[in-house]
C-alpha cells in the first residue's frame, strides 16, 4: 500500500511564496503520474498541476491556467518526494492542496478519478 503524505502549508501574505512536499511512504516509481489538486470551502476540487510520462519515456508538466508562470512541479524520484513551488500567492489561492498519484496512466492527468492515492491535504492560506 501507498500512503502520501503533504507538508508545507501555512498562512502567507499575498505575494508570498510557499513549498508544498508530498512524500510516498510505500514504493512509487518513476512511471507514475503525481499530481496536486486543490479544494476551496464550498468548490469542487480543481487541478492544479502534475507531472506524468503518459506511456513515453519522457515527462510531461501540466499547470492548470490559473497558476502558469506562478507555481512549479517537480519531482525527485529517489527520495520519492513530488514538490509544488508557489510563487506570487494570491489570495484566490487559498485552499486545502491534495497530493495524488497514478501507478498507470490513465488517458488524463486533471481528473481526480484517475487518481489512484490521495494525501491528506495541507491547508494554504493567503492573506490580503
Known amino acids: 500500500q501507498v500512503q502520501l503524505v503533504e507538508s508545507g502549508g501555512g498562512l502567507v501574505q499575498a505575494g508570498g511564496s510557499l513549498r508544498l512536499s508530498c512524500a510516498a511512504s510505500g514504493r512509487t516509481f518513476g512511471s507514475w503520474t503525481m499530481g496536486w489538486f486543490r479544494q476551496a470551502p464550498g468548490k469542487e476540487r480543481e487541478f492544479v498541476a502534475a507531472?506524468?510520462?503518459?506511456?513515453?519515456?519522457?515527462?510531461?508538466?501540466d499547470y492548470a491556467d490559473s497558476v502558469k508562470g506562478r507555481f512549479t512541479i517537480s519531482r525527485d524520484n529517489a527520495k520519492n518526494t513530488v514538490y509544488l513551488q508557489m510563487n506570487s500567492l494570491r489570495p484566490e489561492d487559498t485552499a486545502v492542496y491534495y497530493c495524488?498519484?497514478?501507478?498507470?496512466?490513465?488517458?488524463?492527468?486533471?481528473?481526480?478519478?484517475?487518481?489512484?492515492?490521495w494525501g491528506q491535504g495541507t491547508q494554504v492560506t493567503v492573506s490580503s
Open positions: 495524488a498519484a497514478q501507478e498507470v496512466y490513465s488517458g488524463s492527468v486533471d481528473s481526480k478519478s484517475g487518481y489512484d492515492y
Open positions: 507531472t506524468s510520462r503518459r506511456g513515453t519515456f519522457i515527462y510531461y508538466i
